[in-house]
């Protein structure tokens, strides 16, 4: 599945006009469009020759095909959290140099802790973890409020957190 | 049948009611012809520009509701130029000219002004429902027109039109002697609405029953609200946000838990997950769920939320549910009959997506599902004859895959089995959507096996005019077709020209149709209307393009060629 989402249809018309001859070429081009798809402003025969490929600020208006209303609906929720940004300073215990992190980049505690994991190679215990753990390898998240006291993370609904939260601590269990 | 006077004749028609039938009534005899149009009271136009006001009121002229549909069905992509056409007011001029009893109008895809509406408002004392769906061409004036003047208004229902909003001071314009309301959606207006007026007429209508709020409704509003009218059935939430801290959530909770009428729910036009729990006391009764319009709400809650919901049998959502999801619906909601997967991400890199597996699970688990309407990052040939297999009570099903012609990714096959294992095994499929790689293949099987197709589209599909030809020679019952980047030419367009007065249209846009071939069908169809539709932006086509035609769109009709066409529509 590539990531670069460029779909171009140079369904490409030859000049001449009878079916036979078109046969022949569309397999041609399908092959060569299996490879490489990019996705034109429009793809209507009158505009073949734009053959734009497109960044996400250049998107076709006519495909996928959905209302403009929803079209719409779903691009001002994307630009909503694309724009918005929150970063607060992580440390972990017994390194000097800390990180930065965008907490409204995540969905909530879950994808939180999915990113730390993979930030601080480590594993990391917060309140609505059970079971227990060997100490060796695991760490604790702990928040700074907005009052200065160090809290365990993730007692409170995920909104209540963003607006309290002024920075991330991760210290050995 | 002379056995009967007439009168007879006409309390058995009474009892007739689609359009369909009446038809078919009306074709028996003379006799029957005239008893039957003298008593319709609802007539359905599909196509604007099929009739002339004058020859349906002439015909029916005591006609109390009216249903028209304007623009073809792509204009809903962004494919049909604005000004276009499927203007409503030669229609309303010639109803009032004719003093029609006018109580209901219904309009799809129409183009209908403020000074139509405040017409509307005016010349029919009796009015009582307007419902617009797709339409443009009005403000918020023209809504405070009909608000002010019907005095016996039961329904005003607004769906995805584009409305200009001159700010919300026209629910305001109710009077307080209107206690008609059995409806009212306006979940589609961008602007501010009057908060107090809304409370205050939602206060003194007593029959309402289906309410639908826009996005400038806040939720204590919506508490508010649902405290006077415990009796709704069909909600659609206006902003679902709230400080966690304020206790709304509860109170909200509380107050729909004496709402055990709710059975159709839509709306979280802004939404933040921890308030949903205060919906879940209605869950257990909901028929219907629309969250098509609530991107905010990711997989997780999604799920959480609709385990439960298990009576549920018509489901609109976003591909942000995932597989695994679509997994949660599959095994909770067995009554299911209409399933929509909405792209959350149009153009995404599918990280929020469904694939072929959510389709199967949907498929094995939800036996009464016939409505299907499915955005999909990939689909394979075994998953589509599965399904076939598991459901064959399809009667509508629409497919798109995001990248438009890709292949069944496991075999790298183009789909025409899997379509093909889907038109055999559903007998009574109506309406067809192909997507991904598809050969002339797929259509052979259309052709043979859809007996009662009604509406099929495709599009960036087929290899030559065979695929449009198996399709028009095959499926008897064909009454709209719509192509689009696909390649098929001249031959299939004027092989089987009769057919096309069989059907109500055949939209073709970016094919292989020349101007000369469109000139041809128009010259042997004289009771067609042929459109070429030109690009608003083209000032002039390059040498290569001038035969090639853009846009095509054709129709059957009594009244020849439309008078109010623009100038960048050719009528041939």
Not at chain 1, 30 to 40: E, H, N
Request: net charge neutral.
């Amino acid at each position: 599945m590539s990531s670069s989402h460029h779909i171009s249809l140079k369904m490409g018309r030859g000049t001449s006009c009878s079916s036979s001859s078109i046969e022949s070429s569309t397999e041609q081009q399908r092959k060569d469009l299996s490879t490489d798809l990019r996705l034109g402003l429009s793809i209507s025969t009158s505009s073949q020759h734009h053959n734009t490929s497109f960044s996400r600020e250049h998107q076709p208006s006519d495909w996928p095909p959905i209302k403009p209303l929803l079209r719409k609906a779903l691009e001002a929720e994307e630009n909503e959290s694309n724009s918005a940004t929150f970063f607060v300073k992580v440390y972990m215990e017994g390194i000097p140099i800390g990180r930065k992190l965008d907490l409204l980049a995540h969905d909530g505690y879950h994808d939180l802790i999915t990113t730390l994991d993979h930030m601080f190679n480590t594993s990391i215990l917060w309140s609505e973890m059970d079971g227990s753990y060997s100490d060796r390898n695991y760490h604790v998240l702990t928040y700074e409020d907005k009052e200065g006291d160090w809290m365990m993370v993730g007692d409170v609904p995920w909104e209540m957190f963003l607006s309290t939260v002024r920075r991330l601590k991760i210290t050995r269990a | 049948m002379n056995y009967f006077p007439d009168e007879v004749i006409e309390h058995v028609f009474d009892f007739i009611a689609s359009h369909k039938d009446r038809n078919a009534v009306s074709l028996v005899c003379k006799s029957w012809y005239k008893i039957e149009r003298i008593s319709r009271r609802r007539v359905f136009i599909g196509n604007c520009y099929a009739i002339s006001p004058e020859r349906v009121i002439e015909r029916f002229p005591e006609l109390k509701s009216l249903t028209l549909k304007g623009k073809p069905h792509f204009a809903d992509f962004n494919l049909v130029p604005h000004d276009w056409g499927g203007f409503v007011q030669p229609w309303i001029e010639a109803l009032v000219k004719h003093r029609v009893g006018l109580e209901e109008l219904r309009l799809k895809r129409m183009v209908i002004s403020d000074e139509s509406l405040e017409r509307l408002s005016k010349a029919f004392v009796n009015f009582k429902t307007l419902v617009l769906v797709s339409c443009e061409g009005f403000t918020t004036d023209g809504l405070a027109a009909i608000a002010a003047n019907c005095r016996f208004l039961r329904e005003l229902d607004l769906q995805e039109n584009e409305v200009e909003d001159h700010r919300g001071h026209w629910i305001s314009c109710f009077p307080e002697s209107c206690t008609s309301l059995v409806s009212l959606n306006f979940a589609c207006l961008k602007g501010d609405i009057n908060l107090t007026a809304l409370e205050r007429l939602v206060a003194r209508s007593p029959n309402l029953t289906s309410l639908r709020l826009n996005r400038a409704v806040p939720l204590d509003t919506l508490q508010r609200i649902l405290m006077r009218a415990p009796q709704l059935v069909d909600l659609g939430t206006g902003s679902f946000l709230h400080d966690p801290a304020s206790g709304a959530s509860s109170k909200l909770k509380a107050t729909l838990l004496k709402c055990n009428s709710i059975r159709t729910l839509s709306g979280f036009l802004e939404v933040s997950p921890r308030c949903l729990t205060a919906i879940y006391p209605v869950c257990q009764n909901l028929n219907s769920l629309n969250l098509s319009y609530a991107p905010g709400i990711h997989g997780h809650d999604l799920i959480k939320l609709i385990q439960h919901c298990r009576k549920l049998e018509r489901l609109w959502i976003l591909d942000s549910i995932g597989d695994k999801g679509l997994g949660v619906v599959a095994s909770t909601c067995k009554e299911l009959q209409e399933l929509r997967v909405f792209p959350s991400d149009p153009y995404g890199a599918g990280n929020a997506t469904v694939t072929e597996e959510g389709l199967v699970a949907i498929s094995a688990g939800c036996p009464k599902l016939h409505s299907l309407l499915y955005f999909c990052q990939q689909m394979t040939n075994a998953a589509l004859i599965t399904v076939a297999k598991n459901c064959s009570n399809f009667t509508r099903f629409r497919l798109c895959i995001l990248d438009p012609i890709k292949p069944d990714p496991v075999t790298m096959q183009p789909l025409d089995e899997g379509f093909g294992a889907i038109v055999q095994s559903c007998k009574r499929l109506r309406r067809l959507s192909l997507s991904g790689l598809l050969t002339d293949q797929v259509f052979l099987y259309i052709g043979m096996y859809a007996e009662q197709l009604e509406m099929l589209s495709i599009a960036f599909a087929g290899n030559s005019d065979k695929g449009m030809l198996y399709v028009l020679n095959g499926c008897k019952k064909l009454r709209k077709l719509e192509i689009r980047d696909s390649p098929f030419g001249n031959t299939a367009l004027l092989t089987d020209v009769g057919k096309y007065e069989t059907m109500r249209s055949l939209w073709m846009s970016s094919c292989e149709i020349t101007l000369v071939g469109c000139e041809i069908l128009a010259k042997k169809m004289p009771m067609l209307n042929v459109e070429i539709i030109n690009d608003e932006d083209d000032i002039a086509p390059s040498s290569e393009d001038i035969l090639r035609v853009g846009k095509m769109y054709l129709y059957r009709t009594l009244v020849g060629s439309r008078k109010d066409a623009p100038w960048f529509v050719d009528i041939l």
